[in-house]
Nanobody, 124 residues
């Protein structure tokens, strides 16, 4: 069974930084698009950033220029570097693996494999 395990969440002050990691196992990691999604209380889950198997990236408008997604196929790991964090970034962040097609055509659909989530709280 595919496993995606997130780490790196926590409490940070506004303006601070965090780096999330997602380690994948039991999956041919290199052929999957990987994404970071988040869900805040009372809100729908949204795509934060995605990276295809060919390293094409896309970002939500709200995080573009502040967040960077990257992947290391040798380590079966995807990262999300989050800088200049704002209170509105507070959410549970989920790692997702899906096909390149689904990342391109249906990025908001609940397809693929999901991690258990990691809490990010931005507060002073």
């Amino acid at each position: 069974q595919v496993q995606l395990v997130e780490s790196g969440g926590g409490l940070v002050q506004p303006g601070g930084s965090l780096r999330l990691s997602c380690a994948a196992s039991r999956i041919i990691f290199s052929i999957y698009a990987m994404g970071w999604y988040r869900q805040a209380p009372g809100k729908q889950r949204e795509l934060v950033a995605g990276i295809t198997s060919h390293d094409t990236t896309n970002y939500a408008d709200s995080v573009r220029g502040r967040f960077t997604i990257s992947r290391d196929n040798a380590k079966n790991t995807v990262y999300l570097q989050m800088n200049s964090l704002k209170p509105d970034d507070t959410a549970v962040y989920y790692c997702n693996a899906r096909s390149d097609y689904d990342m391109d055509r249906r990025p908001s659909a609940a397809f693929g494999f999901w991690g258990q989530g990691t809490q990010v709280t931005v507060s002073s």
